[in-house]
């Protein structure tokens, strides 16, 4: 029986505020690595990972390394890819040992979610899990998608069925449909939910645990549900959730594919994903002196050193100078802002992308925080780095 020690959640700032979309230079794994991070400023501890969506950047390869890097976690913890929906995060919550991250992304409506499972917090227990096949929208391996359209069908012999089927009393809430349907089948007040798929679980969760109730919490997804029940117990609940606006402007140029060194990628990716200098140990270079990006030396007796360490760095400061770049350039939407920023604390001025903001909306000494993000798709792979997000957007947030 699994207990939750926190619950972070993420909302992108663009689109409408019943459907967000993501930004330019997000997908699955930058918001799965924001809520990660709001549920980790509980200070829970985690020794696995389950990352459950429908989006996942790449099938073929593993998604593992950005994520664990992005949330600063040891890249020897365990990290279960699943392809679900709602019903398939709530069955990981429900079977998750303590010490279990569990987060769930959708990029339309765009939206995650991530809890923190512990030996003492909110309390859920499995109340149902049943599994029934009603094929009304169905994704092939090459990404085509039918859709049969038939609500009443989907609605009477999908979820009415399944509910009846489970014996379950009367939910607090239900993921995975739509908000008349919810109150439809809910007693009191239940949650009105900002995403619909694998998400849309942990946004339930973490309403519920705000509201201080108890009860079964369904998530459903055709015909197909799982259900858990709410006990008792509390949670911190941190949630970073940006007002909705629309998307800037912009102009995408199609042309040649941005190229890609892999042997270029895998010398950097330690450093750019998590967000770390090089620093030589011995100190022979100085002994406060950090590299960014990390780089070798050439000693006084000129031999080659190439043993430096690598340190974290802030990831808070301030804007030293800016520009932004208009011309259109193959591969990049533009316009978009460069920013030179001051880290705070260290001797290091990075040069990163602005995020969350329109282009052009930064100025010199504006602070805010480093956040990874999707910095370029180079040869069909996509590149992961750090942008700076202005605190004009964080106070947007908590306004």
Not at 165 to 189: E, K, S, T
Not at 277 to 288: I, L, Q, V
Request: aromatic letters at 6%; a negative charge; charged letters at 20%.
């Amino acid at each position: 029986m699994p207990y939750v020690a926190s619950i972070g959640t993420y909302l992108p700032c663009w689109g409408e505020p019943v459907h967000r979309v993501p930004g330019d230079d997000e997908d699955a794994i930058t918001l799965a690595v924001e809520a990660g991070r709001t549920a980790l400023e509980s200070g829970a501890a985690v020794e696995r990972v389950i990352l459950v969506s429908r989006d996942f950047p790449l099938v073929e390869s593993s998604n593992a390394a950005v994520l664990l890097a992005g949330l600063g976690l040891d890249p020897e913890l365990e990290v279960d890819e699943r392809l679900g929906g709602a019903p398939a995060t709530l069955d990981a919550v429900s079977s998750a040992r303590p010490r279990t991250l569990v987060i769930g992304v959708d990029l339309d409506p765009a939206g995650a979610a991530a809890l923190i499972t512990a030996d003492r917090g909110l309390q859920v227990r499995t109340a149902a899990r049943l599994a029934r096949s009603l094929p009304v929208r169905v994704r092939n391996v090459g990404g085509v998608v039918h859709d049969y359209g038939d609500p009443r069908l989907l609605h009477e012999r999908g979820l009415i069925a399944s509910l009846e089927a489970a014996w379950l009393d009367i939910p607090v809430a239900i993921a995975g449909v739509d908000y008349d349907r919810a109150v439809q089948l809910c007693r009191g007040n239940p949650p009105q939910l900002p995403t619909s798929g694998a998400s849309s679980s942990l946004f339930a969760l973490a309403a519920i645990a705000e509201q201080a109730v108890t009860g079964p919490l369904i998530a459903a997804e055709q015909a197909s549900l799982s259900g858990v029940s709410v006990s008792g117990g509390s949670t911190a609940v941190q949630r970073r959730e940006l007002p909705a606006r629309p998307l800037p402007e912009s102009t995408f140029v199609a042309g040649a594919e941005i190229p890609i060194s892999l042997a270029a990628y895998e010398r950097a990716f330690e450093a750019k994903t998590r967000w770390e200098a090089g620093r030589f140990a011995d100190g022979r270079f100085g002994a406060d002196q950090l590299d960014f990006p990390p780089r070798f030396h050439v000693g006084d007796d000129g031999s080659l050193a190439t043993g430096y360490e690598l340190v974290p760095l802030p990831r808070t400061g301030t804007v030293y100078t800016e520009t932004t770049v208009h011309m259109p350039v193959p591969g990049l939407r533009t316009p978009y802002t460069l920013a030179i920023v001051a880290l705070d604390g260290v001797d290091v001025r990075a040069l990163v992308k602005t995020t969350g903001v329109e282009p052009g909306a930064v100025a010199i000494g504006d602070r805010g925080r480093l956040t990874l993000r999707r910095v370029a798709v180079r040869s069909g792979v996509p590149d992961y780095g750090y942008a700076f997000e202005p605190e004009q957007a964080a106070a947007r947030s908590a306004a």
